[in-house]
T-cell receptor, first 112, second 114 residues
């Protein structure tokens, strides 16, 4: 498996601001993924981040709102931009090892 | 549109009994299937993965896959109160060993009654 560290674990933000979430993994991985879990809902894939290339976004998610960086094989960031209360959610990063996806502890975001 | 359907429950099972969780998926080309367990306020943790038709057993857990029916199930034998959680069915449409994101069902909330 993999040890995944995600920061911050939670935050409360004001409408219109941006938050950058960091994801660090203890081994080199090709693929990292970002998911959103809205209150009482299941996980929805936001984007796939492959080191050295642009992130691939799922339908309904755009780069201007959720810019992603993937500077190396152990690290990625997701920024939630120009936040609104509808962005209140848990954001999880995930890494793929041997066809299994492992999840970080998540970032619980509340937007006021 | 890839879809994964689960009964949201709650599913209530007496301690020691067998819990049966079901999942159907829409993308016939799906290759990899997973069951995750998620405790309240925690991130998902992998319980089982299955890639071929038939049964796969791991301790008290058995995953069953029927690609013709587009159906995946998870059986939990000798259910324990600690099994009480939400169980998420997840499907990867890519090739086994590929690197696609997962499509999750909404999850089944399982309650094991002592």
């Amino acid at each position: 498996s993999a040890v995944i560290s995600q920061k911050p674990s939670r935050d409360i933000c004001q409408r219109g601001t941006s938050l950058t979430i960091q994801c660090q993994v203890d081994s080199q991985v090709t693929m990292m993924f970002w998911y959103r879990q809205q209150p009482g809902q299941s996980l929805t894939l936001i984007a796939t981040a492959n080191q050295g290339s642009e992130a691939t976004y799922e339908s309904g998610f755009v780069i201007d709102k959720f810019p992603i960086s993937r500077p190396n094989l152990t690290f990625s960031t997701l920024t939630v931009s120009n936040m609104s209360p509808e962005d209140s959610s848990i954001y999880l990063c995930s890494v793929e090892l041997w066809n299994i996806q492992y999840f970080g502890a998540g970032t619980r975001l509340s937007v006021l | 549109q890839k879809e994964v359907e689960q009964n949201s429950g709650p599913l209530s099972v007496p301690e020691g009994a067998i819990a049966s969780l079901n999942c159907t998926y829409s993308d016939r080309g799906s290759q990899s299937f997973f069951w995750y367990r998620q405790y309240s306020g925690k991130s998902p943790e992998l319980i089982m993965s299955i890639y071929s038709n038939g049964d796969k057993e791991d301790g008290r857990f058995t995953a069953q896959l029927n690609k013709a029916s587009q159906y995946v199930s998870l059986l939990i034998r000798d259910s324990q109160p600690s099994d009480s959680a939400t169980y998420l069915c997840a499907v990867n449409a890519g090739d086994v060993g590929g690197a696609d994101g997962l499509t999750f069902g909404k999850g089944t909330h399982l309650i094991i009654q002592p």
